[in-house]
């Protein structure tokens, strides 16, 4: 609680050093627009921001972080200032600078230094704090309204370190922008510059399947609505179940949400590990990873209602596809307007909700003619290893459902959009 008083206090304080808090306007305040596109080769999100850069987005990102343009101005801060102390208070695992780095004594005149890091390599190096903009649309959650222009605080390395830290991301990225509910991620950042509160700070997701479509969309400032083409006339948001997110560890950033039990096609998998394991969402994982103890008896569950329910299924088995481990000819398996028809799964979410997975978020073409199951076991972990997750929910498993990250509630909501719409249906003319 004190620490939840603590991030407030640090969050309207940067609203300050931003200088944002600008008297009401008569202009309603609107959320921000932006198109999301996932990137083939790596499975990862990304939003524009300069020049036709990118920033890549990441649920557990606490920072937004660039490579320093050209004409950045570098924030004027003391690494005692409180808006510093944020931008360092989720040092991340593995990262060894930022430990060796950050020490910063009381009294100290030494400028603010961050550490932003690239979570897929886990590398990270120093950078500093710099004002920066982009442009964006603001929306009524049917079009494009007006394009305004975001402020914000961006952690911004130097020209020397940008080949490391982007290495692995998609092509054409410039950097990250973190999703998290911390007053330096983009959310509240873009509700401070859109005078909307950031401490009641919602997004939504909706994240797209491929490139082909078109790309999804990302709410920001707001957690809605959301219209899209071809569905009903309604605001999808209406239709949200919703799961408590819960805080685990005080200095992860990460969207813990907890899952009471999974099961396929209603049976429940017999496994212990949910009771007591965390179930974090993770836009950085392409499919869901489950704990060893987690995904054995889950795999082997899939594969025996799978095979009541096509009698020839075993015979359609094929030799698995890295990292998969059940795989099945494509042909054997029917088709249906979500996806391949195979047991449901289904996650009972606390509070009630079900997050069911049909054959379009549960089974994956790796190559022609083979299917397969698309949760894998997570590497490099012990069955039952408590300091780790027992589920992480990757994209491939969040694409078309609409997400609403609740940073006031604390709560997440979540649904599955019908057949009849997908999440690259936003309509993306400017009205007016
Ligand atoms: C804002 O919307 C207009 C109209 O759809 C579009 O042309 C423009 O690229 C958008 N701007 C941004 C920054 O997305
Ligand atoms: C998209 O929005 C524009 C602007 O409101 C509208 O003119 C157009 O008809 C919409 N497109 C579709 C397919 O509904």
Same mark, same amino acid.
């Not at 919602?202 to 399947?209: A, D, G, M, V, Y």
């Not at 025996?304 to 075993?314: F, N, S, W, Y």
């Not at 030799?319 to 054997?332: D, G, H």
């Given at each position: ?104 004594? #009381? ?38 309204? /007006? ?26 990225? #410039?950097?990250?922008?973190?999703? #998290? ?6 959310? #509240? ?24 479509g078109g790309p999804g969309v990302a709410i920001l400032g707001s957690g809605g609505p959301l219209y899209l083409l071809a569905g009903q006339p309604?605001?999808?948001? /209406? ?171 604390? /709560? ?21």
């Open positions: 609680m004190a620490r939840a008083r603590l991030l407030l206090v640090l969050a309207v304080s940067l609203l300050l050093v931003l200088g944002l808090a600008r008297p009401a306007s008569c202009e309603p305040h609107l959320p921000v627009v932006v198109p999301v596109t996932k990137d083939t080769q790596t499975s990862l999100y990304t939003i524009p921001f300069h020049d036709g850069a990118t920033l890549v987005l990441d649920t557990a990102g606490p920072l937004v972080w660039t490579t320093c343009q050209p004409d950045h101005i570098p924030a004027a801060l003391a690494c005692t200032s409180p808006t510093c102390k944020l931008a360092n208070a989720f040092p991340f695992p593995g990262c060894r600078a930022s430990s060796s780095g950050s020490s910063c004594p #009381a009294n100290s005149h030494d400028k603010c230094t961050v550490y932003p890091c690239n979570p897929v390599t886990v590398a990270c190096a120093p950078g500093d704090l710099s004002h920066t903009r982009f442009v964006a649309n603001t929306t009524d959650g049917r079009n494009p309204v /007006r394009q305004v222009s975001v402020k914000a605080l961006a952690a911004c390395i130097s020209p020397r370190d940008d080949k490391m830290l982007l290495e692995k991301l998609p092509v054409g990225s #410039a950097g990250m922008a973190g999703l #998290a509910g911390t007053g330096l991620a983009l959310p #509240a950042q873009v509700a401070a510059s859109q005078g909307l509160p950031a401490d009641k700070a919602k997004f939504l997701l909706c994240l797209p399947r491929g490139s082909a309604e605001d999808y948001t /209406r239709s949200l179940q919703y799961t408590p997110l819960v805080v685990t560890r005080k200095d992860h950033p990460s969207y813990y949400v907890s899952v009471k039990s999974i099961a396929v096609d209603n049976a429940a998998v017999p496994e212990k590990a949910l009771a007591t394991g965390r179930v974090v969402l993770c836009t950085r994982t392409p499919y869901t990873l489950l704990r060893r103890d987690v995904y054995r008896p889950f795999a082997a569950a899939f594969e025996a209602a799978l095979a009541k329910q096509i009698p020839r299924a075993k015979k359609t088995k094929k030799p698995p596809v890295k990292p998969f481990t059940l795989c099945y000819e494509a042909a054997s398996l029917a088709n249906t307007l979500s996806g391949y028809l195979v047991p449901t799964v289904t996650l009972a979410m606390e509070g009630g909700g079900k997050w069911a997975l049909a054959g379009s978020n549960s089974m994956v073409d790796v190559k022609p003619g083979t299917a397969c199951l698309a949760f894998v076991e997570m590497p490099g972990v012990k069955a039952g290893d408590g300091s780790a997750p027992a589920v992480i929910v990757g994209g491939f498993q969040m694409e078309n459902f609409v997400l609403q990250f609740d940073l006031e509630k604390k /709560r997440l909501g979540f649904f599955r959009l019908p057949v009849s719409t997908q999440c690259s249906r936003f309509n993306f003319t400017r009205t007016g």
